[in-house]
């Protein structure tokens, strides 16, 4: 009978384990096998004595190209045309910053453009206001 204690780490709902290990243990989880989404670790431990004990800990893995959407929000009701502004890119090889297309380029929200005209319209005023 080993007299430390063993866990077993399952991804999902895989049958066989993705490693056994005696305690304690530094692991490395490479996602980059798992598809983009929400998955879940399992640990399984087992005492010298026999009792086991259990920890699931969800996570999100979003490994592939980064998508961003303007123009809808989950769970819209919507209705007529939609004019959407989609974007992708990738992480590269994580070594070297991929620039180009990293950024999503927005529309100016119409309050920024109303308070832009508010205040040219201000500026415009005060100036005859004081001038006279």
Do not use: C
């Not at 809808?72 to 959407?84: A, H, K, M, Q």
């Amino acid at each position: 009978m080993d007299s430390k204690t063993k866990v077993i780490i399952f991804v999902d709902e895989e049958v066989l384990p993705i490693g056994e290990f005696i305690t304690p243990v530094n692991f490395d989880l490479d996602t980059r096998k798992l598809i983009d989404g929400l998955h879940h670790l399992k640990i399984v431990s087992k005492d010298p004595i026999g009792k086991e004990g259990i920890k699931i800990i969800p996570f999100m893995v979003r490994n592939g190209p980064s998508i961003t959407i303007d123009g809808l929000d989950p769970n819209d009701e919507v209705d007529g045309i939609l004019p959407l502004m989609i974007n992708a890119y990738g992480k590269g090889n994580q070594k070297q910053f991929l620039i180009d297309g990293s950024e999503t380029p927005k529309s100016v929200p119409s309050w920024v453009i109303a308070g832009i005209i508010a205040f040219v319209a201000w500026a415009i005023y005060y100036t005859i206001t004081s001038l006279g």
